[in-house]
């Protein structure tokens, strides 16, 4: 009896590992046109082209962000987050808008600091799901 307990809660522990890399294998398979229109990706990026013409509200409104689900915004944050760290530091801010598109233009370093100050509620230096869903709907 004991060996059948310990062999099915070794098969639950597999089963749990496989889930989770089933899990982490479709986020990197995801694209970002899985969640947003490849149309309003571009309209939204051509809105701030420019140096320093960045807006993060806008870019929400216009790539059509703003109008999704908690759980869509949270899809495209582990999208953007490419460490899978479950935070957005300034580094990965700085390709931000790389991430909707590979030829995308780095934003600028008081465009990255305005996006951090926009999200990071708790001050420390990182942006959660929760912090970056929060700032794409308000």
Do not use: Y
């Amino acid at each position: 009896m004991i060996n059948n307990q310990h062999n099915t809660w070794k098969l639950g522990n597999v089963f749990t590992f496989l889930c989770t890399c089933i899990s982490i294998l479709n986020r990197l398979k995801m694209s970002i046109t899985d969640v947003l229109s490849a149309a309003d990706i571009a309209a939204a990026l051509k809105e701030c082209q420019d140096p320093d013409s960045f807006n993060h509200k806008q870019f929400f409104q216009t790539s059509g962000l703003a109008k999704k689900s908690a759980s869509q915004v949270k899809d495209i944050f582990r999208f953007i987050d490419n460490d899978q760290s479950g935070f957005l530091d300034e580094d990965e801010l700085k390709f931000f808008l790389q991430k909707f598109e590979s030829g995308a233009r780095v934003l600028t370093s008081s465009e990255t600091k305005s996006l951090m100050a926009a999200a990071d509620h708790d001050g420390d230096g990182k942006i959660g799901a929760d912090e970056f869903q929060e700032m794409v709907h308000s």
